[in-house]
Every structure is written in structure tokens, then in C-alpha cells.
Antibody, heavy 122, light 109 residues
């Protein structure tokens, strides 16, 4: 049974970097089938896919065009987790952030983290 | 604005059936058999209930079914129960990035 456990601060100041971690149990961030995603949800934007990382003999990363210039999603194989960093945040980045697994890269997300409300405010 | 269009709300009485539509384009819903549906009660993470148009993960009741015609996918919930009251979202694979619908609030009267 796969579980995703999120951690990270719930308050970030404008222009700073949002950092969240998603710890995986019951699967491996290095598996040759899993795709590891970050998705956020806000009243104004609804559900918005942010990006993903996955391993297929080498590491791959894909990012949404809307955040591509300021996002990084990185695996940590030693801790079996992956992280989200979103730079230069503004109040528009206030949202609930979820990590999620897509089993085969078909854009169906079968396991989700519990969600983290991140508020961008001074 | 979300890439996929869903009705903001639907409602039904216990025991009835409701259908939620999800309209996209030939670049997403119409182009791939990779539409999924999620159920999200308030304050929780979305839960996958349908994948690849009409497949149910283990443990999801067969009251939930999916279909697709052209650029529109549909989720049907039959035999409505009070516990089905939640927000429902569709999602589709695309060649670039997954896209979501704006969500539909299901009210069980």
C-alpha cells in the first residue's frame, strides 16, 4: 500500500522560495513505472498540475509552462522522497499543494499526499 | 480557467442516477483514452475513482462508471448515496502536461 507524506512550511513570504517534501512508502521514487507529481489547488485556478519527476534509466523532469522558469522538482533516493521548490512566490501562489503518484505516466493519479496549505503573505 | 469544462453543480436524490460531463478538445479528451475522474470530499485529497475512461480502481463501487464520446467524457453515478456528496474532477492526458476540469459539486438531496 503506497503512502505519500508531505512536509514543509505553511507560510512563505513574497519573493521567497516555497519548499515542500513528499516522503514515499510502499514504492520507490526510482521505480521504472512510477511518475512523481506536484499538483496545487486554489479557488481561482482549480486543480493545476505543476510538474513531475521520474526515472527511466535516467532522471526526467517536466514542468508546467506557467511555472517553468521558477520551479524545480528533485528526487532524493537516499530518503525515498521528492521535493518541490517554487521560487519568487507571490500571493497568487497561495494554494493547497499535493504530491501524487501517476503509476504509468498516463496522467491518472492513484495516490495522493494529504495536502499542504501554503499561504504567501508578509 | 480550467482546460476541461465541467458543470459547476449537479444534484440528485438518493437512489437516482446523475451524470457529470467533461468537455475538452481533440488535443486532450478526444485524442487519448486517458481520462480519469476524482472524488474530493471537503478538506481531503482527491481520490481516483475512474481511470482510462471507464476503469475502476480496486475498492471503488461499480455504481461509478465512465464513458467518452468524441471530446466529451462522462461520469455516471447510479444508486446515489448520501456519502457520494463531494466535488468531482476530470483529468486528461495530453502530449505536454495533464489537464484538469474545473470541478462539479454533487449535492445529494
Amino acid at each position: 500500500h503506497v503512502q505519500l507524506q508531505q512536509s514543509g512550511p505553511g507560510l512563505v513570504k513574497p519573493s521567497q522560495t516555497l519548499s515542500l517534501t513528499c516522503a514515499i512508502s510502499g514504492d520507490s521514487v526510482s521505480s521504472n513505472s512510477g511518475v512523481w507529481n506536484w499538483i496545487r489547488q486554489s479557488p481561482s485556478r482549480g486543480l493545476e498540475w505543476l510538474g513531475r519527476t521520474y526515472y527511466r534509466s535516467q532522471w526526467y523532469h517536466d514542468y508546467a509552462v506557467s511555472v517553468k522558469s521558477r520551479i524545480a522538482i528533485n528526487p532524493d533516493t537516499s530518503k525515498n522522497q521528492f521535493s518541490l521548490q517554487l521560487k519568487y512566490v507571490s500571493p497568487e501562489d497561495t494554494a493547497v499543494y499535493f504530491c501524487a503518484r501517476d503509476l504509468i505516466g498516463a496522467a491518472h493519479f492513484d495516490y495522493w499526499g494529504q495536502g499542504t496549505l501554503v499561504t504567501v503573505s508578509s | 480557467q480550467s482546460a476541461l469544462t465541467q458543470p459547476p453543480s449537479v444534484s440528485g436524490s438518493p437512489g437516482q442516477s446523475v451524470t457529470i460531463s467533461c468537455t475538452g478538445t481533440s488535443s486532450d479528451v478526444g485524442g487519448y483514452n486517458r481520462v480519469s475522474w476524482y472524488q474530493q470530499p471537503p478538506g481531503t485529497a482527491p481520490k481516483l475513482i475512474i481511470y482510462e475512461v471507464n476503469n475502476r480502481p480496486s475498492g471503488v463501487p461499480d455504481r461509478f462508471s465512465g464513458s467518452k464520446s468524441g471530446n466529451t467524457a462522462s461520469l455516471t453515478i447510479s444508486g446515489l448515496q448520501a456519502e457520494d456528496e463531494a466535488d468531482y474532477y476530470c483529468s486528461s492526458y495530453t502530449s505536454s502536461s495533464p489537464v484538469f476540469g474545473g470541478g462539479t459539486k454533487l449535492t445529494v438531496l
